[in-house]
């Protein structure tokens, strides 16, 4: 239960109205006298405010040459005075001598006790040794109050007076903890930040780095073959004993030939990769490019591309499917060479196997390749050093609890050690190798499975291990406490109305953009136009180009990259847009190219000014064609998130490619008009003047908002 203000006001003797205005000052906000605060407020409070004439606190020191406590009675002068001095008399002993509650650190001369709770230390004695502490970034006021050997509620009283309301587990920034130290005399050095970052760049000598496994991730276009050739890499390395029972428990796993090891990362395809990039993880060593002999290149082998060079990753390509009757490896390999990857056969420097996943062809050249290129990018680690590793996936099980796959990257990981890893901790009770056997300790380029997390991290948290757990929950407390400010105080990605902001005070250089259109001559017709609009101060750079509904994957590649989406007759996905809501990616559809080119150009010069936004009133999924006569034709719909209005501007979605737009003529639910029809529901839409509607397709309804000019108010 709280504490009402009036009888607090009553109970220190003042009117409620001066008790308001003075918890105002201290940044409680209150709006009336039957406002109620919570006990320890109140405590606080009390203690702050509350006159105390007559009242003696009393406190047990020892002074030097006496063997029995001396007990000091400390009452602030009735006369006003210099703040915080107060008056000290020394009371003998009683017969029973009581227990001491604290203890002076060092003996004082006898005319000149020290006083433990004075609020203003006076000036230290001549020739008295300084005091000095030595604290972090960050220290709650508890740790604090006993590095000082002092009462946690005087140091409330000083944060207090100061405008900090805090409690005596309230965590203070190194600026507080340094003006609460100096009022009761002490002197602080600032330790280095201990937030973990510096852990991950200790220098290893050279004598101590061996060779490590490569790292590798599988990329290509879905039914490409990357799955099969995975499972064949792995049946033609398992042993005989282990042969059709090789059991998969994790998304990493380890290969064995004959001139090394070699870590497989089986992760969903360069969304993963991306995700993990995105959070500042470099994983990946060597990327395998799987593309199918009979298929060629297809989109997702062009975004695999662009995800692996933006991460500026060696790319080794694995022509699968070779024994297929229409296989054509020279034509991939053509086709490939438009996007940089020109084969070592014809003088460039991409690596080109030509396998079969099916029949186990090549997968030996393949892993040989690998190694090569293993060994000329001399990968090394020291494995006589704390471990070091970087979250590959990480899940709540219902049994074990948070249970995090770290790939080891440094060091060697021990059952038992503590260990921060993004913003938890623990100690690990378990380490599983890939087949899930228990192992008692895991070196460089080794995954495993760790148990003992304090919760469940992100895929591309970082992995270390510390000394001890104190370390490990303040780093963790410290980064939850950054992760909070962040959150509030986050700065947004490059939009188009900041970035003549962001030119202006030399932030941005470049501008990224990323286009989706309905087909490829509005790719290039985009991608040239834009190009062109380059100027001195900003440079439009074209990461992607490609056909296609806006998906996750662009969003997440926008997000890594720092860059815009630009949509051309094309839509996001509903996830896609959810994603690009969360990770702050601006995207901007259009339909006109001219629309396009005023708008980026204008940013490009500083003029945008958005005066309309685009608001999405529903979706609605098309199930049935009816044929009226004298009607027309009736898409039976089926609403699936929204509304959808009568009369509303509309367009029609086939495969996220929008194929028309106009109004919704008729609106029924069964045979009546309705006004709109909500989420859950089906209905009958008849679009205006369009006749060519198939099952599948979505009908997604819109209104265009006028909104506030945003840089008028950053002028």
């Not at 760790?450 to 407390?477: C, M, T, W, Y």
């Not at 396009?596 to 003029?607: H, M, P, S, T």
Request: hydrophobic share 40%.
């Amino acid at each position: 239960m709280g504490v009402r203000i009036y009888e607090l006001a009553r109970t220190l003797g003042v009117p409620s109205k001066e008790l308001i205005h003075e918890l105002k000052k201290q940044g409680i906000e209150l709006k009336s006298h039957m406002s109620s605060i919570d006990d320890e407020t109140a405590e606080l409070v009390l203690a702050l405010y509350k006159p105390e004439p007559a009242a003696v606190e009393t406190l047990s020191v020892e002074t030097a040459g006496t063997a029995a406590p001396v007990k000091v009675d400390i009452a602030e002068a009735a006369a006003p005075g210099p703040a915080g001095v107060a008056e000290v008399t020394v009371v003998p002993p009683p017969e029973l001598p009581r227990p001491v509650e604290r203890a002076t650190p060092t003996p004082q001369p006898s005319d000149q006790p020290q006083v433990a709770t004075v609020i203003e230390a006076p000036p230290a004695p001549k020739g008295a040794p300084e005091k000095r502490l030595r604290l972090g970034e960050a220290i709650t006021v508890k740790e604090l109050a006993e590095k000082m050997n002092v009462r946690p509620a005087d140091a409330i009283k000083v944060l207090m007076k100061t405008g900090v309301m805090a409690t005596i587990n309230a965590v203070i920034d190194i600026e507080k903890a340094t003006a609460l130290a100096q009022a009761f005399g002490y002197s602080v050095e600032t330790a280095p930040v201990d937030s973990g970052e510096g852990l991950m760049e200790e220098a290893d000598a050279a004598e101590n780095l061996v060779p490590r496994a490569p790292v590798v991730t599988v990329m290509g276009h879905v039914d490409h073959g990357k799955t099969s050739l995975l499972d064949a890499i792995r049946a033609t390395n398992v042993t005989q004993s282990e042969a059709g029972g090789i059991t998969q428990h994790i998304g990493a796993y380890e290969v064995n030939t004959t001139r090394g090891k070699v870590v497989f990362l089986d992760t969903p395809g360069h969304e993963a990769f991306t995700a993990m990039r995105a959070r500042g993880a470099q994983v990946t060593d060597i990327v395998v490019l799987v593309v199918a002999a009979d298929d060629g290149v297809m989109p997702q082998t062009v975004e695999a591309i662009t995800h692996a060079k933006a991460a500026n990753v060696p790319i080794v390509v694995a022509i699968n499917k070779i024994d297929l009757p229409d296989a054509n490896p020279d034509r991939v390999k053509q086709q490939l060479s438009e996007y940089g990857l020109v084969p070592e056969q014809w003088g460039g420097d991409t690596i080109y196997v030509e396998v079969s996943a099916k029949r186990k062809l090549n997968i030996d050249a393949l892993l040989e390749m690998v190694l090569l290129q293993a060994e000329i990018l001399e990968l090394r680690a020291n494995p006589n050093r704390r471990g070091q590793g970087v979250v590959i996936e990480a899940e709540l099980d219902k049994t074990r609890g948070p249970v995090a796959t770290v790939l080891i990257q440094n060091g060697t990981v021990r059952v038992g050690d503590t260990f921060v890893v993004g913003m938890h901790y623990g100690r690990i009770r378990a380490l599983l190798n890939d087949r899930g056997e228990k192992i008692h300790q895991a070196g460089p380029a080794t995954p495993v499975e760790v148990l003992g997390l304090s919760g469940v991290p992100l895929a591309g948290d970082l992995f270390q291990v510390v000394a001890d757990e104190k370390k490990a929950r303040q780093i963790a407390l410290l980064r939850q406490e950054r992760q909070r400010e962040a959150h509030i105080q986050r700065t947004s990605r490059v939009t188009l109305e900041d970035l003549y902001r962001q030119v202006k005070e030399g932030e941005v250089k470049e501008l990224n953009v990323l286009i989706k259109a309905d087909v490829q001559g509005s790719v290039q017709a985009v991608r040239d136009t834009l190009e062109k609009l380059s100027t001195s101060e900003v440079r439009l750079r074209v990461i992607q180009g490609v056909v296609g509904g806006i998906t996750e994957s662009d969003v997440m590649l926008a997000s890594a990259s720092n860059a815009i989406v630009i949509g051309f007759n094309v839509r996001p996905t509903p996830k896609a847009r959810e994603l690009a809501d969360r990770e702050g990616v601006d995207i901007r559809l259009y339909t006109i190219i001219y629309d396009l080119i005023a708008d980026v150009k204008a940013a490009l010069e500083g003029l945008l000014e958005p005066e309309f936004v685009e608001q999405i009133l529903g979706r609605a999924e098309v199930r049935e064609i009816f044929n009226i006569p004298r009607v027309g034709v009736i898409a039976g719909c089926y609403v699936t998130e929204g509304t959808i209005p009568r009369n509303a501007e509309c367009r029609l979605l086939r495969d996220n490619v929008v194929v028309y737009q106009g109004r919704i003529a008729s609106l029924r639910r069964f045979k009546e008009d309705v006004q709109e029809v909500s989420s859950g529901y089906e209905c009958g839409i008849g679009l205006e003047r369009f006749a060519d509607v198939k099952q599948g397709d979505i009908i997604e309804p819109f209104v265009r908002e006028q909104v506030a000019k945003k840089l008028a108010a950053q002028k």
